[in-house]
């Protein structure tokens, strides 16, 4: 009863504290970067959306490093999930039951629009807003429906993490290639004065490319909660 | 007022997440926390106003973009450290045979 | 306006999260969950970030609800492995059997669901820590008794070694796990 209270206690001390703090924000905004971003974001980047911009080409560093922590725990949940015994043949009890057809017609009809619109959301990550991580969600969700379809029909690991990890590569490669043109690591590879068409070609790439193994991830992890112990 | 309003929701995830006897509940709180927090950077981004930050037609002023992209990486990175907690929980019941907190505790050898 | 929508919203915000705190059974607080995350992402359009709410949908309540769902699913079942071949447990429309009864019995003062299966090849040991069973039923032919093998550190063999102290033809092993090194 007394952890209870003190509990509570030190809950309502850290809620005054930031009351303290809120009241006076004013003096601490500075306007200087968001200004930045409005007047040069377009010229140097060369999409029309600004978030988006900002993860492919100001900061793609962090980006690279999401993309490191998203290999680590996939790895880490294959790793606890294994078993080396190969005898396959056990039926357990529970598993016999049969998902309804209900359930299979709907999967079987919305299965197409799903990976459509997921498609559309990668591609066009630059001019409206999306980008790679939303739609490599969305094209992971759509995927996981056909497991509802059939159950057995799970693919093995090795081969998704292989793709998986051979596009980490591509996509460090293709943003080194900019320290030929201008001298520095990872930003727009294309010079300044081209055409929007130009500069958004390297956009589309690294978007296409996050997106694709941003789904192959999670239908990995997905793969291997289904599999462990059976 | 309205960060007031988010503050009070990250207090009741953390008071949830100290407070909890099951194991999976835990991790439900850990979700709520960090929606919470999301929330919070999002506000304090919009406080003079302003419109999306998409360029295409005329506009005056744009909310900041940055906090924005930080937090889409932060919604990613709370989705696998949810799966993986989970993992160890299963590996926990099928080695200990519950999920409470205080029996796999006094457990321990 | 909209100053008063998101209000609301946020107080709708707060009421689900205490009921979450509050519950008790772990499967309608998923549901609670994907409320909260829908919930959320209409917040985040109001404070003019689309991206964020693409994402927060996405993940927030397509995927990880369908994780919480398989793991918390996992965690209710008591896997057994049936070797004995002479009725101690009798398959037929409904199952039955002395050995039935007394596992079903176990398992219903814990809430669990029983999983039998019975053709598994391997040896006791390597199957308990690395399959998941989580206990193995066999017969042995020289004394007639029935042994059950499981391990020494979970908490259901103790209390199953209390419910069965007093039938002198049921048998309980518990193997240790040897410590390897990491």
Redesign the interface.
Known sequence: MIRRISLIVLLVVIFFGFLYSVIDLEAFFSTYGKDYFFANGYLETGSLNLVTGIYLDYRLFDSLFEAGILIAAVSGVTWISQHEITEKNASFMLDKQITPGLFITFSRMVYPFMLMFGIYVILFGHVSPGGGFQGGAIVATAILILYYIDSKKATSIDKILTIEKILFLTILAVGSISYFTKGTFFTNPFALSASEAVKSIYLITLNVLIGIKVSLGLVAIFTAFLKEGR | ?????????I??????L???K?I??SV??V??IE?GV??LF???????G???????NVIE??????P??????T???G??????A??????I???????EWK?VLG?E? | MIELVSYLLQIILIVIAISVVIHKRNFTIIILIATFGLVAASLYIINKAPDVAIAEVAIGSAIIPLIYVISISRQREFIVLDRTNDGFIEYGFELSGEGYQILSDFVKEFDLSLNICVDIQGQAKKLIEELNVDLIVTKDNQTNQYVFYGKASSVLMTKLKNQVKDKPHIKIITLKEEKKND
């Open positions: 007022m309205s960060p007031i309003l988010t503050i009070i929701v207090l009741i995830g953390l008071y949830g100290a407070t909890s099951n999976i509940k439900f709180c979700t709520i929606a999301i929330l999002l506000n304090l981004g919009n406080l003079e302003g419109s999306i930050p998409i360029l295409g002023n744009i909310v900041d973009p940055i924005q992209a930080l937090m889409i990486t919604i990613v990175i989705s696998t450290i949810t799966a993986l989970l993992m160890l929980c299963i590996k019941f099928h080695n200990y045979g519950s999920v029996e457990r050898e």
